[in-house]
């Protein structure tokens, strides 16, 4: 193929230490970039430009995980027991019983796990590259050898590749070197001997640009890359988000609870002089029992069908887990910007330093908005938009692009005068590097009150709700490169105007969040006055107000009680986003936070909710849990309503699954020491388990009640073991009343009082999932159709079961007289309706 790069591989070591016209002929590629034909074959032959430990996982991959659960493996393990002893059938139905088990759970987290990577790969990152010599947008996972990148401010960079130009290149490269300043990095050959940290003339995959821009040839992609080849040795991942360290802490109780169990079964049986194999899986089946066996799928499920709801609403969903802290957050920390304004800005006014609309400004304010190739932002955006005639577009020399602790972007142009740098950026930015200003046409020295009174006409506009930006210029020196060095002795010429007016339903949503529990704070890096502008248009009560200068001067412990009583953070930089969004959550709060800049990554990942824009830069999106399609306030509370549904629903089945498991496990447990014979046998209780796991796979689409959606909620472990323990002891005492019925009453024969225990066990069980899934009566409560049909289906299964011959003798099972059968369906009614006022109960204790 004429594409084919040299040796059919490209370059393996040492990259950087050769000059680029090597790299091109090594690459067969040029300046101009490869033709899409020779991109499409590299793809081909090199494959995706994707890790082999990414988030991906093949349905092989899923099946192998059900199988890595210790109770899945302690199953096999007792199958193994019963080949051994050459117990073939009770061997055959186990291992029947946590094959369909597993199969079960494979397919439902298969199709959740198919139905979230469709929706994230509608946010799936690209990259700028050069494609038959012209600039195209291209999936990262699409780049190949070869490739000219072209990167700007907030890119994530997609491969290992050399710098072949840079203007102020700052990398930020932390996740490979741990470094916590951005690197800077410029073209030009180094020693193969170089490490890591000393390659400044290349750029690798997963670090992303803080500022500046640059052009890279890329090298290597995919697993080939450095960062594919510690891959599988990092270490970093997401915070524990609030919903997993439940869901360990819910497995270190039940944990505890097994150990107990199955240890004094096994010691107490040993003791009755029974069998000790037989004592052994029964153990182990009560342990089993007692266990939320679905709880992994059951979760997969729900937050499948979360993200599927929430990507109707707008909102695509890239962390599952996340879809839980939606529900449980109380704080909700955002920019201004697009949720509580339009986000649609207009540049007001260009003028001059009386005040007065300057065409000369804008001109000068349109060519650095027009031929700057760094970050793309909404004031240049706005800039652009506002120009009403044909203008001259002068040839532009050079560029210092914009970054966030100048906060300002400089082009240098060829103008009849000779060279024009052009500054624009916050004010007090561009006042700092001016020595003059223009009064009139004439230059005046920045002399006595000039800066001043600069300031007092802002602080003027800043409070009508305007966000002001400066404008200098300088003649500029013969050079054919500048830096940020040459930002000196500007002369201050105007002003510009930007207005983003608020939205008119934003008062409804923030009142909307508040009576949903949820707290709204501003963090913003405009100035204090245009964010009270705001706060009153939209009818937010400011109970405090910190600008980053005060933040500063205030310790950690003394801002964690700052936190609470401030909801206008205002000109903060991204270090002290971070430090405000560590302090809430220090104060117990789960905090949600949305940003879609650069400087909003660090809080984006370290939030318990991270939620971004479409438009967002690329370390923005990849930094978030959730990407809005529409910047709509609206839309998060639909998210946290959806988040709190799915919450629910999850504990539903944990609250009714462990309560009704631990009754029936506690009950076989202290009957097995009253009898000559185990109460179930083995497969039994595993079978009860498998068919009440049937209906709890519907409880996704069950409805809520209200008091579960009104305020956020969180996994509180003492209340789960409170109903563990009440509803199961109601359990146990039915099912002694069921053994005494059978044993002194009915003097039922063995096959008999399993055949009527099993079918009483799974009777109950599905019972109190309907009951107790919600505080309201069952008779008011609105269950899911698909809960309701498949417990139906289940109930009448299971009563069908000891009369099909063959599979009542498989199951060691007997048909049962009707006179019992309707004796155990009247102690089944009467269980349901202790429950019944069992919840009443508990749930007015719980409320006092």
Excluded at 53 to 63: T, V
Excluded at 417 to 443: F, N, P, Q, W
Excluded at 492 to 498: A, M, S, V
Excluded at 521 to 543: F, P, Q, W, Y
């Amino acid at each position: 193929m004429n594409s084919q790069i040299n040796n059919h591989s490209a370059p393996k070591d040492a990259f950087w230490s050769k000059p680029a016209s090597q790299l091109f002929e090594d690459l067969a590629s040029s300046a101009a970039g490869l033709s899409a034909s020779a991109a499409s074959e590299r793809l081909d032959e090199f494959g995706p430009n994707a890790l082999s430990a990414g988030s991906h996982l093949s349905g092989l991959a899923i099946l192998a995980n059900q199988f890595k659960s210790p109770i899945i493996l302690i199953l096999i393990f007792a199958t193994l027991i019963s080949a051994i002893v050459k117990d073939w059938i009770d061997a055959a139905i186990i291992l029947a019983i946590v094959a369909a088990s597993s199969l079960l759970s494979f397919f439902q987290e298969y199709n959740a796990h198919n139905a979230a990577e469709k929706l994230k790969n509608q946010i799936a990152l690209k990259a700028s590259v050069l494609r038959d010599g012209k600039v195209t947008q291209v999936l990262s996972r699409e780049v190949v050898p070869g490739d000219i990148v072209l990167l700007s401010a907030g890119s994530m960079v997609p491969a290992d590749g050399l710098i072949l130009e840079a203007k102020d290149l700052f990398i930020n490269q932390s996740v490979l070197t741990g470094e916590t300043f951005p690197v800077e990095k410029a073209p030009g050959v180094l020693p193969s001997s170089a490490s890591l940290a000393e390659q400044t003339n290349c750029v690798f995959m997963g670090t992303n640009v803080r500022s500046g821009s640059a052009k890279i040839l890329v090298v290597h992609t995919g697993k080939n890359t450095s960062f594919g080849a510690i891959a599988k040795t990092l270490t970093l991942r997401a915070p524990e988000t609030e919903f997993e360290r439940g869901v360990r802490r819910f497995g270190s109780m039940l944990s505890e609870i097994m150990l107990i169990m199955v240890l004094l079964v096994l010691v107490f049986n040993v003791l009755l002089n029974k069998p000790f194999m037989d004592s052994l899986l029964f153990s182990i089946a009560l342990a089993v029992g007692l266990t939320p066996q679905l709880l992994p799928a059951i979760i997969s499920i729900n937050l499948s069908k979360g993200a599927q709801i929430m990507a109707r609403s707008g909102v695509i969903v890239r962390r599952l887990n996340a879809i839980e802290n939606f529900g449980s957050m109380d704080v909700l920390c955002t920019d201004k910007t697009g949720t509580l304004t339009q986000g649609v800005v207009k540049l007001d006014g260009a003028l001059d330093l009386q005040g007065n609309p300057s065409d000369e400004v804008f001109r000068l304010a349109y060519l650095n908005a027009s031929l700057q190739s760094g970050l793309e932002n909404s004031l240049d955006e706005a800039i652009k938009a506002a120009k009403s005639k044909q203008m001259d577009s002068p040839l532009k020399l050079d560029e210092i692009p914009y970054d966030f602790m100048r906060k300002r972007l400089s082009i240098v142009v060829a103008e009849p005068e000779g060279s024009l740098m052009i500054t624009k950026g916050a004010l007090d930015h561009i006042i700092e590097i001016c020595t003059s200003y223009d009064a009139g046409g004439k230059v005046a020295s920045f002399a006595g009150d000039a800066p001043e009174d600069i300031e007092k006409k802002a602080l003027a506009w800043e409070e009508q709700g305007f966000r002001v930006l400066g404008i200098a210029t300088k003649t500029a020196g013969a050079q054919k490169q500048f830096s940020r060095l040459d930002e000196t002795e500007m002369t201050f010429r105007g002003f510009l105007l930007f207005y983003d007016p608020p939205k008119i339903d934003a008062a409804d949503t923030i009142n909307d969040l508040k009576s949903l529990g949820v707290s709204l704070k501003i963090i913003t890096g405009d100035s204090r006055n245009v964010t009270l502008h705001i706060a009153e248009k939209i009818g937010l009560t400011v109970s405090g107000v910190l600008t980053g200068r005060e933040l500063n001067d205030i310790n950690d412990e003394a801002l964690w009680h700052v936190v609470e009583s401030t909801n206008l953070f205002v000109e903060v930089d991204p270090n002290q986003k971070e430090r405000i969004i560590n302090s809430l959550q220090k104060r117990n709060h789960v905090v949600g936070y949305m940003g879609d800049g650069i400087n909003d990554a660090p809080s984006l990942h370290n939030a318990d909710v991270g939620i971004s824009v479409d438009s967002a830069v690329d370390v923005a999106k990849e930094a978030a849990d959730f990407v809005l399609l529409r910047h709509d306030l609206d839309v998060l509370k639909r998210g946290i309503l959806l988040g709190r549904t799915t919450f629910a629903n999850t504990l539903k089945y944990i609250n009714v699954t462990t309560s009704a498991n631990f009754g029936n496990m506690v009950s076989m447990a202290g009957v097995s020491l009253l009898l000559p014979f185990l109460p179930l046998l083995p497969f039994q209780v595993l079978l009860t388990n498998f068919l009440t796991d049937f209906p709890a796979m519907m409880i996704a689409g069950d409805s809520v009640d209200d008091v579960m959606v009104q305020c956020p909620h969180r996994w509180n472990i003492r209340s789960l073991r409170r109903f563990m323990v009440v509803f199961g002891v109601i359990s146990s005492v039915f099912d002694y009343v069921t053994f005494f019925y059978l044993l002194k009453i009915l003097k039922s024969s063995q096959d008999v009082f399993r055949t009527g225990w099993f079918i009483q066990s799974v009777l109950t069980e599905l019972l109190a999932l309907l009951i107790l899934r919600s505080r309201q009566s069952v008779l008011k409560s609105r269950i899911g159709k698909g809960l309701w049909i498949t417990s139906l289906l289940i109930a009448i299964l299971t009563i069908s079961l000891p009369y099909i011959h063959g599979v009542s003798s498989l199951l060691s099972i007997t048909p049962l007289p009707l006179p019992l059968m309707v004796s155990l369906i009247g102690i089944t009614l009467l269980y349901s309706l202790a429950n019944e006022i069992g919840k009443r109960y508990f749930y007015r204790k719980q409320n006092d």
